[in-house]
Protein backbone atom coordinates (compact mmCIF):
# COMPACT_ATOMS: atom_id res chain seq x y z
CA UNK A 1 0.00 0.00 0.00
CA UNK A 2 1.23 3.58 -0.88
CA UNK A 3 -0.09 6.32 0.85
CA UNK A 4 0.93 10.35 -0.14
CA UNK A 5 -0.83 13.18 1.73
CA UNK A 6 -0.72 16.07 -1.40
CA UNK A 7 -2.01 18.46 1.17
CA UNK A 8 -3.50 18.99 4.98
CA UNK A 9 -4.35 22.13 6.45
CA UNK A 10 -6.90 25.26 6.57
CA UNK A 11 -6.90 25.94 2.64
CA UNK A 12 -7.15 22.38 1.67
CA UNK A 13 -6.92 18.87 2.15
CA UNK A 14 -6.18 15.85 -0.24
CA UNK A 15 -4.46 12.60 0.35
CA UNK A 16 -3.94 9.58 -2.11
CA UNK A 17 -3.88 6.05 -1.63
CA UNK A 18 -2.79 3.37 -3.53
CA UNK A 19 -3.13 -0.61 -3.03
CA UNK A 20 -2.42 -2.71 -6.16
CA UNK A 21 -4.11 -1.48 -9.05
CA UNK A 22 -6.66 -0.01 -7.03
CA UNK A 23 -5.96 4.13 -6.46
CA UNK A 24 -8.21 6.85 -4.30
CA UNK A 25 -8.47 9.86 -2.80
CA UNK A 26 -9.82 11.37 0.33
CA UNK A 27 -11.22 14.38 0.26
CA UNK A 28 -10.73 16.60 -3.14
CA UNK A 29 -9.79 19.94 -0.84
CA UNK A 30 -7.34 21.91 -3.25
CA UNK A 31 -7.80 23.01 -6.97
CA UNK A 32 -8.19 20.40 -9.47
CA UNK A 33 -5.14 21.99 -11.18
CA UNK A 34 -3.30 21.54 -8.03
CA UNK A 35 -4.22 17.93 -7.30
CA UNK A 36 -3.99 17.04 -10.87
CA UNK A 37 -0.15 18.32 -10.95
CA UNK A 38 0.51 16.81 -7.79
CA UNK A 39 -0.87 13.31 -8.82
CA UNK A 40 1.50 13.71 -11.98
CA UNK A 41 4.54 14.18 -10.21
CA UNK A 42 3.98 11.03 -8.02
CA UNK A 43 3.16 9.23 -11.60
CA UNK A 44 -0.49 8.62 -11.61
CA UNK A 45 -2.75 10.40 -13.81
CA UNK A 46 -6.00 11.70 -12.47
CA UNK A 47 -8.37 9.79 -14.93
CA UNK A 48 -6.70 6.46 -12.95
CA UNK A 49 -8.07 7.37 -9.88
CA UNK A 50 -11.18 5.17 -8.99
CA UNK A 51 -12.74 7.18 -6.28
CA UNK A 52 -13.27 10.13 -4.23
CA UNK A 53 -14.09 9.52 -0.47
CA UNK A 54 -15.28 12.82 1.21
CA UNK A 55 -15.09 13.20 4.70
CA UNK A 56 -16.97 16.62 5.13
CA UNK A 57 -18.30 19.23 2.84
CA UNK A 58 -16.49 21.93 4.31
CA UNK A 59 -14.80 23.92 1.52
CA UNK A 60 -10.77 23.06 2.65
CA UNK A 61 -12.27 19.42 1.54
CA UNK A 62 -14.37 19.79 -1.42
CA UNK A 63 -12.86 22.92 -3.03
CA UNK A 64 -11.74 21.31 -6.40
CA UNK A 65 -14.51 18.76 -6.51
CA UNK A 66 -16.63 20.11 -9.16
CA UNK A 67 -13.74 21.13 -11.80
CA UNK A 68 -12.16 17.47 -11.08
CA UNK A 69 -15.75 15.81 -11.50
CA UNK A 70 -16.31 17.99 -14.74
CA UNK A 71 -12.59 16.73 -16.52
CA UNK A 72 -12.69 13.36 -14.98
CA UNK A 73 -16.13 11.76 -13.37
CA UNK A 74 -14.48 10.06 -11.16
CA UNK A 75 -16.83 8.06 -8.72
CA UNK A 76 -17.62 10.08 -5.61
CA UNK A 77 -18.36 8.04 -1.93
CA UNK A 78 -20.01 10.75 0.64
CA UNK A 79 -22.72 10.23 3.37
CA UNK A 80 -26.68 11.17 2.20
CA UNK A 81 -26.62 14.41 4.43
CA UNK A 82 -22.73 14.87 2.21
CA UNK A 83 -24.47 14.72 -1.05
CA UNK A 84 -27.69 17.15 -0.10
CA UNK A 85 -24.73 19.90 -0.33
CA UNK A 86 -23.20 18.35 -3.45
CA UNK A 87 -25.82 18.30 -5.56
CA UNK A 88 -23.85 18.53 -8.52
CA UNK A 89 -22.30 15.14 -8.40
CA UNK A 90 -24.05 12.89 -10.36
CA UNK A 91 -21.62 9.62 -10.46
CA UNK A 92 -21.43 9.03 -6.76
CA UNK A 93 -22.35 6.01 -3.99
CA UNK A 94 -23.91 6.05 -0.57
CA UNK A 95 -21.98 5.18 2.32
CA UNK A 96 -25.24 3.31 3.90
CA UNK A 97 -23.06 1.21 6.27
CA UNK A 98 -20.19 1.04 7.73
CA UNK A 99 -17.68 -0.44 5.19
CA UNK A 100 -17.59 -0.12 1.33
CA UNK A 101 -15.26 -2.76 -0.93
CA UNK A 102 -13.52 -0.91 -4.06
CA UNK A 103 -11.38 -3.12 -6.18
CA UNK A 104 -8.34 -4.02 -3.45
CA UNK A 105 -9.30 -1.98 -0.92
CA UNK A 106 -11.82 -2.16 1.90
CA UNK A 107 -13.10 0.98 3.03
CA UNK A 108 -14.44 1.48 7.01
CA UNK A 109 -16.32 4.11 8.03
CA UNK A 110 -16.41 6.19 11.46
CA UNK A 111 -18.39 8.77 12.66
CA UNK A 112 -16.43 11.96 13.52
CA UNK A 113 -18.10 15.12 15.54
CA UNK A 114 -17.63 18.89 13.39
CA UNK A 115 -19.95 21.51 12.72
CA UNK A 116 -20.87 20.42 9.66
CA UNK A 117 -24.08 18.37 8.81
CA UNK A 118 -22.24 15.29 8.36
CA UNK A 119 -18.69 13.92 9.08
CA UNK A 120 -16.34 10.91 8.79
CA UNK A 121 -13.31 9.68 9.27
CA UNK A 122 -12.07 6.43 7.31
CA UNK A 123 -9.78 3.19 7.99
CA UNK A 124 -8.38 1.96 4.30
CA UNK A 125 -7.34 -1.92 4.72
CA UNK A 126 -5.67 -3.36 1.66
CA UNK A 127 -3.12 -6.97 1.16
CA UNK A 128 -3.02 -6.87 5.17
CA UNK A 129 -2.37 -3.31 5.76
CA UNK A 130 -4.47 -0.46 7.07
CA UNK A 131 -4.55 3.33 7.00
CA UNK A 132 -6.13 5.34 9.92
CA UNK A 133 -7.89 9.11 8.56
CA UNK A 134 -9.17 11.05 11.13
CA UNK A 135 -9.61 15.12 10.90
CA UNK A 136 -11.84 17.84 11.73
CA UNK A 137 -13.65 16.15 14.74
CA UNK A 138 -13.51 17.50 18.20
CA UNK A 139 -12.98 14.26 19.87
CA UNK A 140 -12.81 10.33 18.90
CA UNK A 141 -15.73 8.04 20.08
CA UNK A 142 -14.27 5.40 22.36
CA UNK A 143 -16.56 2.88 20.86
CA UNK A 144 -14.08 2.79 17.66
CA UNK A 145 -11.12 2.11 20.11
CA UNK A 146 -11.16 -1.10 19.25
CA UNK A 147 -11.29 -0.98 15.80
CA UNK A 148 -8.36 1.94 15.50
CA UNK A 149 -5.87 -0.18 17.51
CA UNK A 150 -2.41 -1.22 16.28
CA UNK A 151 -2.72 0.10 12.92
CA UNK A 152 0.14 0.33 9.86
CA UNK A 153 -0.67 3.85 9.39
CA UNK A 154 -2.21 6.76 11.27
CA UNK A 155 -3.04 10.29 9.55
CA UNK A 156 -4.69 12.27 12.16
CA UNK A 157 -5.84 15.87 13.10
CA UNK A 158 -3.30 17.66 15.73
CA UNK A 159 -4.77 21.42 14.47
CA UNK A 160 -3.63 23.24 17.31
CA UNK A 161 -1.94 23.81 20.52
CA UNK A 162 -4.32 25.17 23.46
CA UNK A 163 -1.53 27.81 24.51
CA UNK A 164 -1.25 29.26 20.78
CA UNK A 165 -5.09 29.39 19.97
CA UNK A 166 -6.36 30.81 24.03
CA UNK A 167 -3.67 33.73 24.04
CA UNK A 168 -3.88 34.27 19.90
CA UNK A 169 -6.19 36.91 18.12
CA UNK A 170 -9.31 34.62 17.72
CA UNK A 171 -12.80 35.75 18.76
CA UNK A 172 -13.81 34.15 22.22
CA UNK A 173 -17.01 32.47 19.63
CA UNK A 174 -14.37 30.90 17.20
CA UNK A 175 -11.92 29.63 20.01
CA UNK A 176 -15.01 28.18 21.95
CA UNK A 177 -15.87 26.38 19.01
CA UNK A 178 -12.30 24.88 18.09
CA UNK A 179 -12.13 23.64 21.13
CA UNK A 180 -15.49 22.18 21.29
CA UNK A 181 -17.14 18.41 20.99
CA UNK A 182 -17.83 19.84 17.32
CA UNK A 183 -14.05 21.60 16.56
CA UNK A 184 -10.39 20.28 16.03
CA UNK A 185 -8.62 17.95 17.77
CA UNK A 186 -5.59 20.05 19.98
CA UNK A 187 -2.08 18.78 20.08
CA UNK A 188 -2.44 17.36 23.16
CA UNK A 189 -5.76 15.33 21.90
CA UNK A 190 -4.47 14.05 19.21
CA UNK A 191 -1.13 13.12 21.18
CA UNK A 192 -3.93 11.26 23.50
CA UNK A 193 -5.35 9.33 21.35
CA UNK A 194 -2.26 7.62 19.33
CA UNK A 195 -0.78 6.55 22.34
CA UNK A 196 -4.18 4.98 22.98
CA UNK A 197 -4.09 3.01 19.17
CA UNK A 198 -0.90 2.68 18.39
CA UNK A 199 0.40 -0.92 18.40
CA UNK A 200 3.42 -3.36 17.16
CA UNK A 201 2.15 -2.99 13.83
CA UNK A 202 2.33 0.93 13.45
CA UNK A 203 5.22 1.74 11.20
CA UNK A 204 4.23 5.48 10.66
CA UNK A 205 2.06 8.44 12.11
CA UNK A 206 1.06 11.24 10.06
CA UNK A 207 0.14 14.87 11.93
CA UNK A 208 -2.23 16.76 9.65
CA UNK A 209 -4.44 19.80 9.15
CA UNK A 210 -2.16 22.13 11.36
CA UNK A 211 -3.54 25.43 12.09
CA UNK A 212 -0.99 28.12 10.29
CA UNK A 213 -1.97 30.61 13.23
CA UNK A 214 -2.38 28.48 16.15
CA UNK A 215 0.10 25.97 15.80
CA UNK A 216 3.74 25.21 15.20
CA UNK A 217 5.59 22.05 13.55
CA UNK A 218 7.58 21.84 16.61
CA UNK A 219 5.10 22.08 19.14
CA UNK A 220 2.92 19.28 17.36
CA UNK A 221 5.93 17.25 17.03
CA UNK A 222 7.20 17.46 20.67
CA UNK A 223 3.46 17.12 21.98
CA UNK A 224 3.44 13.86 20.26
CA UNK A 225 7.01 12.57 21.28
CA UNK A 226 6.24 13.79 24.84
CA UNK A 227 3.97 11.40 25.22
CA UNK A 228 5.42 8.30 23.58
CA UNK A 229 8.12 8.77 25.56
CA UNK A 230 5.89 8.89 28.67
CA UNK A 231 4.31 5.22 27.69
CA UNK A 232 7.77 4.00 26.52
CA UNK A 233 6.16 3.81 22.71
CA UNK A 234 8.08 4.08 20.19
CA UNK A 235 7.05 4.39 16.55
CA UNK A 236 9.43 4.51 13.51
CA UNK A 237 8.27 7.61 11.18
CA UNK A 238 6.77 10.87 11.94
CA UNK A 239 5.73 13.23 9.44
CA UNK A 240 4.03 16.53 9.91
CA UNK A 241 1.89 17.19 6.53
CA UNK A 242 1.66 20.48 4.64
CA UNK A 243 -0.20 22.75 3.48
CA UNK A 244 1.46 23.52 0.17
CA UNK A 245 3.39 20.01 -0.80
CA UNK A 246 3.27 16.73 -0.63
CA UNK A 247 4.18 13.84 1.95
CA UNK A 248 6.98 11.45 2.03
CA UNK A 249 5.64 8.80 -0.05
CA UNK A 250 4.33 6.39 3.01
CA UNK A 251 5.06 2.87 1.81
CA UNK A 252 3.24 -0.19 4.53
Given at each position: M????????????????????????????????????????????????????????????V??????????????????????????V???G?????E????N??????????????S??Y??????????????????????????????????????????L??????????????????????????????????Q????????????????????Y???????????????????????????????
Amino acid sequence: MRVIVLSSGSKGNTTFVECGDTRILIDMGNTCKYVVNKLKEIGIKAEEIDAIFITHTHVDHVKGLKVFLHKFGTKVYFTEKMQEELDYVDNYGLIEGEEVLIGNLKIQVIKTSHDVADSVGYIIEGEGRSVVYITDTGYINQKYFSLLKNREVYILESNHDIEMLNHGRYSFALRKRILGDKGHLSNYDCSRYLSTFIGQKTKCIVLAHLSEENNTRKLAYDTLLERLNENHQEVATILIAKQDEESEEILV
